[in-house]
């Protein structure tokens, strides 16, 4: 009996926990969505202003450039991170030596990375890539006094982010690739296939949805992070982003420099309002259809076709 009632007590209090949490983030979404879809008309419809770059007077931002801003970072960030995450959890996964000390130093290395500050990455963004990485590009083009390359700039502010947000892609492919049974690799081999033939047609499509799953959460965490677009090219900019080479605006940013903003400009909090729910929201619309990937029928298990 007392065991029995340990057991109905921890799972009463589990429960409560998950229902605690649930309701948290479903409350956390009803209250940024009641205080700021009155306030949509009016932030769409709004002229974009000068200001100067003070953050207090730039009140008035049409949403839309800063969206296309915040869609290029990230697609220019999955086409860098999507590729390195992949290939590192294939190598990780299917063809290292657990006993190896590569794979072991190689994995040491990805924690580690999971541990940084966001902040850290910014300052390592601002003087590995825009310094040295950029500064070799200008020198290279022939006209180091210019700075085409060597400033702060989507691609760089993109390229930090992917490397921010590796740890998370590879950790997730890498356990979507072990979750493939063994009978399906056997049963391959047996009929004659090949090493590579077996990982990418029996191994890489049963894998594909818990990876996607796992790229699709590293994305909407990163279309949030602010810290280091400090350091790697985001600006207070009315227009849309034209060049790889040149400052963008994004929508995180911009709520972050709304949010620093003097109290008695409060003109600014219904952008303020807007920025945050969507940003969510558009979080919570990614983790949403990565849990349906996580639900599908390859990703439990059953497994796809075998087509040769």
Same mark, same amino acid.
């Given at each position: 009996?007392?065991?029995?009632?340990?057991?109905?007590?921890?799972?009463?209090?589990?429960?409560?926990?998950?229902?605690?949490?649930?309701?948290?983030?479903?409350?956390?979404?009803?209250?940024?969505?009641?205080?700021?879809?009155?306030?949509?008309?009016?932030?769409?419809?709004?002229?974009? $202003?000068? #200001?100067?770059?003070?953050?207090?007077? !730039?009140?008035?931002?049409? *949403?839309?450039?800063? &969206?296309? @801003?915040? =869609? +290029?970072?990230?697609?220019?960030?999955?086409?860098?991170?999507?590729?390195?995450?992949?290939?590192?959890?294939?190598?990780?996964?299917?063809?290292?030596?657990?006993?190896?000390?590569?794979?072991?130093?190689?994995?040491?290395?990805?924690?580690?990375?999971?541990?940084?500050?966001?902040?850290?990455?910014?300052?390592?963004?601002?003087?590995?890539?825009?310094?040295?990485?950029?500064?070799?590009?200008?020198?290279?083009?022939?006209?180091?006094?210019?700075?085409?390359?060597?400033?702060?700039?989507?691609?760089?502010?993109?390229?930090?982010?992917?490397?921010?947000?590796?740890?998370?892609?590879?950790?997730?492919?890498?356990?979507?690739?072990?979750?493939?049974?063994?009978?399906?690799?056997?049963?391959?081999? $047996?009929? #004659?296939?090949?090493?590579?033939?077996? !990982?990418?047609?029996?191994? *890489?499509?049963?894998? &594909?949805? @818990?990876? =996607? +799953?796992?790229?699709?959460?590293?994305?909407?965490?990163?279309?949030?992070?602010?810290?280091?677009?400090?350091?790697?090219?985001?600006?207070?900019?009315?227009?849309?982003?034209?060049?790889?080479?040149?400052?963008?605006?994004?929508?995180?940013?911009?709520?972050?420099?709304?949010?620093?903003?003097?109290?008695?400009?409060?003109?600014?909090?219904?952008?303020?309002?807007?920025?945050?729910?969507?940003?969510?929201?558009?979080?919570?619309?990614?983790?949403?259809?990565?849990?349906?990937?996580?639900?599908?029928?390859?990703?439990?298990?059953?497994?796809?076709?075998?087509?040769?």
């Amino acid at each position: 009996m007392n065991r029995r009632r340990v057991d109905r007590c921890f799972g009463g209090i589990t429960g409560m926990v998950a229902l605690a949490l649930a309701a948290l983030g479903i409350g956390l979404m009803l209250l940024l969505g009641a205080v700021a879809v009155p306030h949509l008309p009016e932030i769409i419809g709004q002229p974009a $202003a000068g #200001g100067g770059g003070d953050p207090a007077m !730039l009140h008035q931002q049409r *949403l839309l450039p800063l &969206l296309l @801003g915040t =869609a +290029a970072r990230t697609v220019l960030m999955s086409l860098v991170l999507v590729p390195a995450g992949v290939l590192t959890a294939v190598y990780l996964a299917e063809y290292a030596q657990p006993e190896a000390w590569a794979p072991r130093v190689l994995r040491a290395g990805i924690h580690a990375l999971a541990a940084v500050p966001g902040v850290v990455f910014g300052m390592v963004g601002l003087g590995f890539l825009v310094g040295v990485v950029g500064g070799a590009l200008d020198r290279f083009a022939g006209d180091p006094q210019v700075g085409v390359w060597g400033r702060p700039a989507l691609v760089w502010a993109s390229v930090t982010l992917a490397w921010m947000s590796l740890p998370v892609v590879v950790e997730t492919s890498e356990e979507a690739l072990r979750s493939v049974p063994r009978t399906l690799r056997s049963a391959a081999v $047996a009929l #004659g296939a090949t090493r590579w033939q077996v !990982l990418l047609r029996v191994v *890489l499509p049963n894998a &594909l949805p @818990g990876m =996607a +799953a796992g790229i699709l959460r590293a994305l909407g965490k990163a279309a949030g992070e602010v810290a280091p677009l400090l350091f790697t090219g985001a600006v207070i900019a009315p227009s849309a982003v034209t060049a790889l080479n040149a400052p963008f605006p994004d929508l995180a940013f911009e709520a972050f420099m709304q949010s620093m903003a003097p109290a008695e400009a409060g003109v600014g909090r219904p952008f303020l309002r807007v920025a945050l729910w969507v940003l969510v929201f558009g979080a919570l619309m990614l983790n949403a259809v990565a849990a349906l990937l996580r639900r599908s029928p390859v990703s439990k298990g059953q497994g796809a076709p075998m087509t040769w």
